[in-house]
């Protein structure tokens, strides 16, 4: 979500409680707020990644997902990340730590706001059926964060060690051949 600053209000008063408002302007959302509020108070989740990697360089990679301090089952699928579009439906974003969804991944709701990517609800992976309730609103600039995030680590990896062969899991297919595909995902230029 960009923001844009209006101007610092500073009353005494505030100040001497040391609860500093500054009013922001959210270009999209046309809502003011003061900076004090925290981000669920204002309908906006937040999203962090730890990448871990079996081998410096080589093998699985398993990318777990944080989202308001609070760790999602399973990995994230990357390729499944970064094929989201500008579209409502069902994601097999997370998989199992051995890289196969059969094996223990979920489907995620996932609609597109012009501020947040919203995930909403896991599904069962073969017959779809609700799993878990939760609704999470990601700010877009958080999500490409993270998609720049996991980009800069795979590029990263193949600058060391260009015949490395690095999957989701322990499976798949070398997500270093698919760099270029990722640098040109929709996720990357969502509002």
Same mark, same amino acid.
Request: glycine residues 6%.
């Given at each position: 979500?960009? +923001?844009? $600053?209006?101007?610092?209000?500073?009353?005494?008063?505030?100040?001497?409680?040391?609860?500093?408002? +500054? /009013?922001?302007?959210?270009?999209?959302?046309?809502?003011?707020?003061?900076?004090?509020?925290?981000?669920?108070?204002?309908?906006?989740?937040?999203?962090?990644?730890?990448?871990?990697?079996?081998?410096?360089?080589?093998?699985?990679?398993?990318?777990?997902?944080?989202?308001?301090?609070?760790?999602?089952?399973?990995?994230?699928?990357?390729?499944?990340?970064?094929?989201?579009?500008?579209?409502?439906? +069902?994601?097999?974003?997370?998989?199992?730590? $051995?890289?196969?969804?059969? $094996?223990?991944?979920?489907?995620?709701?996932?609609? $597109?706001?012009?501020?947040?990517?919203?995930?909403?609800?896991?599904?069962?992976?073969?017959?779809?059926? +609700?799993?878990?309730?939760?609704?999470?609103? /990601?700010?877009?600039?958080?999500?490409?964060?993270?998609?720049?995030?996991?980009?800069?680590?795979?590029?990263?990896?193949?600058?060391?060690?260009?015949?490395?062969?690095?999957?989701?899991?322990?499976?798949?297919?070398?997500?270093?051949?698919?760099?270029?595909?990722?640098?040109?995902?929709?996720?990357?230029?969502?509002?």
């Amino acid at each position: 979500m960009m +923001l844009d $600053c209006i101007f610092p209000f500073i009353k005494q008063d505030v100040m001497n409680r040391r609860d500093v408002v +500054l /009013l922001c302007y959210i270009r999209k959302a046309r809502r003011v707020f003061s900076y004090h509020e925290r981000p669920e108070e204002i309908g906006i989740d937040r999203i962090k990644i730890a990448i871990e990697q079996e081998h410096r360089d080589d093998g699985a990679m398993f990318i777990s997902v944080y989202i308001n301090g609070s760790n999602m089952p399973e990995i994230l699928d990357v390729e499944a990340f970064f094929a989201i579009k500008q579209q409502n439906g +069902l994601v097999p974003l997370f998989t199992c730590g $051995c890289g196969d969804f059969d $094996c223990g991944g979920y489907y995620v709701n996932v609609s $597109c706001t012009d501020t947040a990517l919203v995930l909403h609800n896991s599904y069962h992976r073969f017959n779809r059926t +609700l799993q878990s309730q939760f609704e999470y609103h /990601l700010d877009w600039q958080e999500v490409r964060g993270v998609a720049e995030e996991i980009l800069v680590y795979l590029q990263e990896i193949h600058k060391r060690n260009p015949q490395a062969y690095v999957t989701t899991g322990h499976g798949g297919e070398n997500l270093l051949n698919r760099v270029p595909d990722y640098l040109e995902s929709s996720i990357l230029v969502i509002p």
